[in-house]
């Protein structure tokens, strides 16, 4: 049966990256594409429509089976995107890593009965938080593992959006839980006995807690990039970016953005995502690594394209209703998705 995916923000670096994964996981799927100014990509339609508008979005989504919502950053009010997803019966996901945008399109959820109406909605769909979500379920069965800590090493020879460098520094200098976010750096060794340096981070799991099986664990998450001298920069525009309010910061984040460009060629595109598995003493348990070579932009994208493989075969998702990722997706099937997808996946029980 032939399937609607609908792709807002198909123009950016993300939503391109989720259209091109798409065509290839689920090539019989009709994609659509759409932006505030309805031009872009030639191979498939792009519709004019801005994530404000829900009455243009609930006229695209009319006939859709799934949107995958890729406009970011992720600061802007859901309700309308998931008023017209519910009210037009289409599934829904997003890429967002913000905990404040996830509860609230789990709060719209609920509120619009997403499950009575027999939607499945799916925010975090990415590598922070549904990916680590997904793949700490290898866990579920081991009571001996207290907490988990997480650690994203990206490669700076990636192309870095706008959208992706505000969001990524828009958490960095401010206070969280344990303090200043990315206000100093700790260092972590990879499984291939690489020693990277990373800043504590948020992650979008209320309470800095993961569901892992029936028990919730506390989780740490901390982000990098493979050159130490970009971390140890990112803790001194954190000094500055803690001093200034929101407008303050998005300035900041306009004015540092050439240089993520400039410092392009000196990177790497290697990124891993690593997942430790800690007892309650703080000892390894286990560990779950992600390595990418290359085209590790692909692994937040990679995620929501396997929903629309999963609704193009199976003709199902989930059981309706607001489903984090690991609900939808196996660790088996992820791992397995992600080797398939060119990457090295390190599973190691202690
Ligand atoms: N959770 C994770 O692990 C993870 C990882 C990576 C990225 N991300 C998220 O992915 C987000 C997307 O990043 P990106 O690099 O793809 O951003 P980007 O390149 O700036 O692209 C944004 C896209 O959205 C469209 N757009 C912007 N405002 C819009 C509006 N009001 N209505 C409709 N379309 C609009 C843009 O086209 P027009 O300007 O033409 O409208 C463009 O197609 C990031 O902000 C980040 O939050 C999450």
């Known amino acids: 049966m032939s399937r609607t995916i609908v792709v807002l923000g198909a123009t950016g670096e993300m939503g391109a990256r989720v259209c091109r994964l798409i065509r290839r996981l689920a090539p019989t799927a009709l994609l659509v594409g759409a932006n505030r100014s309805g031009t872009g990509h030639a191979e498939f339609p ?33 309700s309308p995107i998931i008023h017209a997803a519910i009210s037009t019966h289409c599934h829904y996901a997003d890429l967002a890593e913000r ?33 680590v979500a997904a793949l700490a379920q290898r ?11 997480v650690f994203l090493s990206m490669g700076s020879r990636n192309p870095v959006s706008r959208g992706l460098f505000a969001g990524m520094m828009d958490p960095i200098g401010r206070t969280g839980p344990g303090g200043r976010w990315f206000s100093r750096l700790v260092s972590h060794q990879t499984d ?25 664990v ?14 140890r920069g990112l803790v001194w525009a954190g000094r500055v970016r803690g001093r200034l309010g929101t407008r303050g910061a998005k300035w900041l984040a306009a004015l540092l953005f050439p240089l993520a460009g400039l410092a392009r060629p000196l990177g ?16 390894e348990r286990g560990r779950i690594e992600v390595v990418a070579a290359s085209h590790g932009l692909d692994i ?51």
């Not at 429509?49 to 600061?75: C, Q």
């Open 218 to 231: 506390p989780v740490r998450f901390h982000m990098g990039f493979d050159r130490g001298w970009i971390n």
């Open 139 to 149: 866990w579920k069965s081991d009571p001996g593992v207290a907490k988990l800590a």
């Open 268 to 283: 790497t595109e290697r990124g891993v995502l690593s997942i430790v598995a800690e007892d309650g003493e703080g000892r």
């Open 46 to 78: 792009i519709r004019k429509v801005d994530v404000a508008d829900r009455e243009g979005l609930a006229e695209l989504l009319e006939n859709a089976d799934l949107v995958i919502n890729a406009v970011g950053p992720y600061d802007y009010d859901p």
């Open 300 to 350: 937040p994208a990679l995620p929501a394209a396997w929903l629309a493989q999963a609704l193009v075969r199976d003709g199902w998702l989930a059981a309706p209703g607001l489903r984090g990722l690991h609900r939808v997706v196996s660790p088996e099937a992820a791992v397995a998705a992600l080797v398939d997808a060119g990457y090295e996946v390190v599973f190691r029980p202690s």
């Open 99 to 131: 905990l404040d945008f996830i509860e609230q399109v789990a709060a719209l959820a609920e509120a619009r009965a997403a499950a009575k109406a027999g939607v499945v909605l799916v925010p975090g769909c990415s590598t922070v938080p549904g990916l």
């Open 192 to 216: 291939d006995g690489r020693r990277l340096v990373f800043g504590s981070y948020p992650i979008a799991f209320s309470g800095s807690r993961l569901p892992v099986g029936s028990r919730s």
